[in-house]
């Protein structure tokens, strides 16, 4: 009996080694992995703006390590890796594999001193006209203008601002593209990157561009709104700038003239005074002889009231021997 009960808890231990061996063994050989963030494992990891964090992690069991969510690429079981200049919330996750498996270690890395101010001032100016730059201008079709865009940043500073201005189809760009007065290869109207900011650092930008011409617009006035956008990664912010168009029922300036020299004054005053006085002194000079002028339409007009009295008399006797005639044929 005691023999038989010796055999059947052999057969019982047996069976569980069976089944718990590979249990432990796998428990054993499984991979584990865990990442830090300036050596902290509690996650989330605070850091400032735009500074940078240090990433360490270490692996047992493992033979390979992939990184991923906002790093990248194969990573040693083992090792650490700074990443600069950080300038939005990020989350970083290693996966490493073994015989056993594979384990994963994540940990989030979250921002203070965030920025939170992004001002933008949008202005034009008529070139042709010579105005100065003003959130509107007055132009007429085929004028040439000029912007400028204002930015500035808040206290922390800003990265990579993208400058992106929207030209209504009726204002053409020209270029003349530039940044603080230094002339840049970039195009406003598709996008370009002015590079970062420093705490409260203002930057100029100047573009040139023509009004359209007459043809393009109807008759009247037609408001042209400009706007430019401003933006990051976490911060955005726009203006606008107004060029009223003014066309009249012509096509543009006309070249018939409205006087002499097309001066009000000059026409009205100065030259009948002038024309006045040199008559004068033409006859005092004798260049022009008063006396003979003077006879000479005397003559015409005597000649001219002889002819009408002439024939004032002849339709008079007519007319006396038409009712003498009437009476005989009767």
Not at 242 to 263: A, D, F, L, M, R
């Amino acid at each position: 009996m005691i023999n038989k009960m010796k055999k059947i808890i052999i057969i019982i231990i047996s069976l569980m080694l069976a089944l718990f061996t590979p249990i432990l063994s796998y428990a054993a050989y499984s991979p584990n992995v865990e990442i830090k963030a300036n050596n902290s494992s509690v996650s989330p990891v605070t850091i400032s703006y735009n500074t940078s964090v240090s990433l360490s992690w270490s692996s047992s069991n493992a033979d390979s390590c992939q990184a991923s969510g906002d790093w990248s690429g194969t990573k040693a079981i083992s090792g650490s890796e700074t990443i600069n200049n950080v300038i939005s919330n990020k989350s970083f996750t290693i996966t490493c594999s073994g015989a056993g498996g594979s384990a994963t270690s994540k940990i989030d890395v979250t921002l203070t001193n965030i920025p939170t101010s992004l001002q933008v001032n949008k202005l034009v100016r008529n070139v042709s006209d010579g105005s100065a730059f003003q959130d509107s201008v007055l132009a007429d079709p085929g004028e040439r203008l000029s912007f400028q865009i204002s930015i500035t940043a808040g206290n922390t500073g800003l990265q990579n601002v993208i400058v992106k201005d929207a030209l209504p189809s009726k204002i053409i760009y020209l270029g003349n593209l530039k940044v603080d007065n230094v002339s840049s290869s970039g195009n406003i109207t598709l996008g370009f990157d002015i590079g970062d900011f420093s705490g409260n650092q203002t930057k100029i930008i100047t573009f040139d561009a023509l009004v359209a011409d007459s043809n393009q617009f109807s008759i009247g006035v037609t408001n042209l709104i400009n706007s430019v956008l401003v933006y990051n990664s976490l911060l955005s912010n726009l203006d606008t700038a107004k060029v009223v168009i003014s066309k009249s029922t012509g096509t543009g300036p006309t070249n018939v003239p409205t006087g002499i020299s097309n001066n009000i004054f000059l026409d009205s005053f100065f030259i009948p005074l002038a024309m006045s006085i040199l008559m004068i002194l033409a006859f005092k000079s004798h260049i022009i002889n008063l006396e003979e002028w003077l006879d000479n339409k005397r003559k015409k007009y005597n000649g001219y009231k002889a002819k009408k009295t002439l024939n004032s008399r002849i339709s008079q006797i007519k007319a006396d021997e038409f009712p003498r005639n009437k009476g005989k044929n009767h």
